[in-house]
């Protein structure tokens, strides 16, 4: 019978954390007004999705450098052009799904909150009212509210002041 000493126990590999982004770190600053919180918004869409963070963060530049950067630009961009984007960043798998659910996210956020986020949050009691009103957009699910919501939580202490 072999004895399991320290050398022989079979080594299992660790995962390493997922880095955590901040606006900051792609040049947003989300109290500055609607463009930024937007931006940021679009940003943790992509990064609340089952994929590469560095796919995720290369897409949104596409976005960013095409002008496709707020509501009305992601509603009046063609599906078959979003998928065209997504493509390009390597949304290979998730392309098509994804293009739907952003139109289908700009129609309700535009519908219900006038396509403003800071409406949105200036709409609801606390983070918590927040986050909820967030999850009921298409494609919103807790994770992508919560990377979004790491940057709003001035937005509600100055509130509190």
Partial sequence: MNKLTKSNVPRIPSRKPKPIHHAEDFGLDVMSGDGDMFRWF????LFGKPIQAAVAANTWKLFIARNIDNPWAILNTSHHTLVSLLDEGKYTRYDES??????????????????????????????????????????????????????????????IE
């Fill in 42 to 45: 679009l940003l943790a869409y």
């Fill in 98 to 159: 994804t293009a739907r659910a952003l139109h289908t996210c700009m129609e309700q956020l535009i519908s219900d909150y006038e396509g403003s986020l800071i409406l949105m949050c200036e709409s609801s009691d606390d983070e918590e009212e927040f986050s909820k009103r967030l999850q009921k957009l298409y494609g919103v699910g807790p994770k992508t509210a919560e990377i979004f919501m790491r940057e709003t939580q001035e937005y509600f202490a100055r509130r």
